[in-house]
């Protein structure tokens, strides 16, 4: 199973490639990375006829991450303690952001859980629209396949801490730091990769203080909170209708649009409001984006 599903990536990365180079996109740099297959992910890839495993690894010096496309999600193969361990660099190189107009990022925080985060993946598969998943460790351990489907179907995934717990996070940089490498250490250990970008629980507004920023950037963490929030964690029962009236409102102004959404379990109208926001945003003239250390911060 894993070297027939290899095989398929290796010719769908050629021909990816060969399209970028003539579309004059040399100087991001593409690497294609046979992902492990396990059975349920194949079964979910190969259901979907999804073929394309591929996204941008991090070299060792960190020194091939310009210019990313908007639709490629970005890992690093190396753990920071892994980095700090065989003296690798662990601050990012500057990265210019993307100059994006009209991109939506569809955002997914605090699962990913076992019931409304396939829901929303079986929607993203139909309309093959990209998202982020902004998960927690916690949630990661408990539902290791699920994690797997959203990153070989070709979604963004980001660091939310390990459990969400404010107290932990946030009396000072180095509790929040310890909680983000224990979470990446979760994601890795799953995945084979871990993520630069993270979303503070809450939203770093509030809750970071000036000594955060110097941390996340000698760490080589990217933060970004959002510009539309859907409120489908506001307090109460929210409609799927309600949600999407809220992002309705909230895109007549924006240039690019950092969307907060739910994937736990109980946030029922996310998933049934969000083929009514997919829509919503085409028609708006948005097209889509996964989140990355170069995405634009709002
Ligand atoms: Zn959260």
């Known amino acids: 199973m894993t070297g027939f599903m290899d095989g398929k990536v290796f010719r769908v990365g050629v021909l ?25 992910s194949a079964e979910a890839g190969e259901a979907s006829g999804q073929e394309a495993r591929w996204y941008v690894l991090a070299d060792d010096g960190l020194d091939n991450l310009r210019l990313p496309d908007v639709r490629t999600p970005v890992f690093d193969s ?39 985060t396939p829901v929303i993946l079986d929607i993203l598969k139909t309309y093959g629209v990209p998202a982020t998943f902004y998960v927690t460790g916690k949630m990661a351990q408990k539902n290791p396949e699920v994690l797997r489907r959203i990153f070989a179907e070709h979604h963004a995934i980001g660091n939310h801490s390990y459990d969400h717990v404010y107290k932990n996070l946030y ?4 509790n929040f730091l310890a909680e983000m490498e224990k979470t990446d250490e979760i994601i890795y250990g799953i995945l084979g990769v871990r993520p630069f970008i993270l979303r503070a629980p809450g939203g770093s507004w509030g809750m970071f203080t000036p000594a955060y920023g110097p941390m996340l950037v000698e760490n080589g963490y990217v933060e970004h909170d959002w510009n539309v929030s859907s409120q489908d964690a506001a307090g109460g029962k929210r409609s799927a209708a309600e949600l999407v009236a809220n992002v309705d409102a909230q895109t007549d102004r924006v240039k690019n649009a950092i969307i907060l959404m739910h994937s736990t379990t109980g946030k029922d109208s996310t998933a049934a409001a969000l083929p009514a926001i997919i829509e919503l945003l085409v028609r708006k003239g948005f097209t889509f984006g996964v989140m990355s250390p170069a995405t634009p911060h709002p």
């Open 78 to 116: 190396r753990t920071l303690s892994e980095r700090r361990q065989l003296g690798l660099p662990t601050q990012l190189p500057p990265i210019a952001e993307a100059h994006t107009d009209h991109v939506a990022y569809l955002t997914f925080d605090d699962g990913p859980d076992e019931k409304n």
């Open 16 to 40: 990816a490639v060969c399209s970028l180079l003539a579309m004059g996109a040399a100087a991001w740099e593409y690497r294609f990375v046979p992902v492990e297959v396990t059975s349920a």
């Open 171 to 174: 009396p000072n940089p180095q």
